[in-house]
C-alpha cells in the first residue's frame, strides 16, 4: 500500500511540475515537496487521532522523558524529510517510472546491505520475502512498457 501511494504521490509531483507557471509561483521543487508534506501531514492529523488518539499523552510522555525517542524521532523525521525532498528533485530530472526503477535497486541494495552488516543470513523465507515485495514494485514500475508493447 505504501509503494502505491508513493507511487501516486510521485505520479501527482511530476504532473504538478509540469504545469504552466508554477515554478513562477513557487520558486522551487524543494518548496513544491514542502507543501505537498505538509498537506499530506494535515490530511493524516484525523486518521491519526481516530487509530491512536487515546495514545496520544502516553507518546508526549515518553518524547518528553526518553532522550533516546525525542533524538531519534527528529533524527528519523529530518532524514526522512531530506530523503523525500531528493527524490522529488529526481522525479523532475526523471520520470515516474525511472524513479520506481529506481527505487526497486534500492530496495535491493538496502536489504542486501543491512543483512550484510548486521551479520543476519538471508534465509529461503527471507529471500522469498524480498523477492516478492521488490519484484512487485519492479513489476508495477514496467507494466506500462509492457502493455504498450502487447497493444502495438
Request: charged share 15%.
Amino acid at each position: 500500500i505504501a509503494n502505491l501511494f508513493a507511487a501516486f504521490k510521485g505520479n501527482e509531483n511530476k504532473k504538478l511540475m509540469e504545469t504552466e507557471g508554477l515554478k513562477d509561483r513557487m520558486g522551487s521543487v524543494g518548496n513544491q515537496f514542502a507543501l505537498t508534506t505538509i498537506l499530506g501531514f494535515l490530511m493524516s492529523i484525523p486518521l491519526v487521532l481516530w487509530r491512536e488518539g487515546s495514545k496520544l499523552g502516553q507518546f508526549v510522555e515518553m518524547f518528553k522523558t526518553n532522550p533516546v525517542i525525542s533524538t531519534n524521532l527528529i533524527a528519523s523525521g529530518l532524514w526522512f524529510y531530506g530523503y523525500n525532498e531528493l527524490a522529488t528533485m529526481t522525479l523532475k530530472k526523471t520520470g515516474a517510472v525511472t524513479q520506481s526503477v529506481a527505487n526497486t535497486a534500492k530496495r535491493v541494495i538496502v536489504i542486501v546491505g543491512v543483512a550484510i552488516v548486521l551479520g543476519e543470513s538471508l534465509d529461503p523465507m527471507k529471500l522469498l520475502g524480498c523477492a516478492i515485495g521488490i519484484g512487485g514494485v519492479f513489476v508495477y514500475s514496467i507494466i506500462d512498457q509492457l502493455l504498450a508493447k502487447k497493444n502495438a
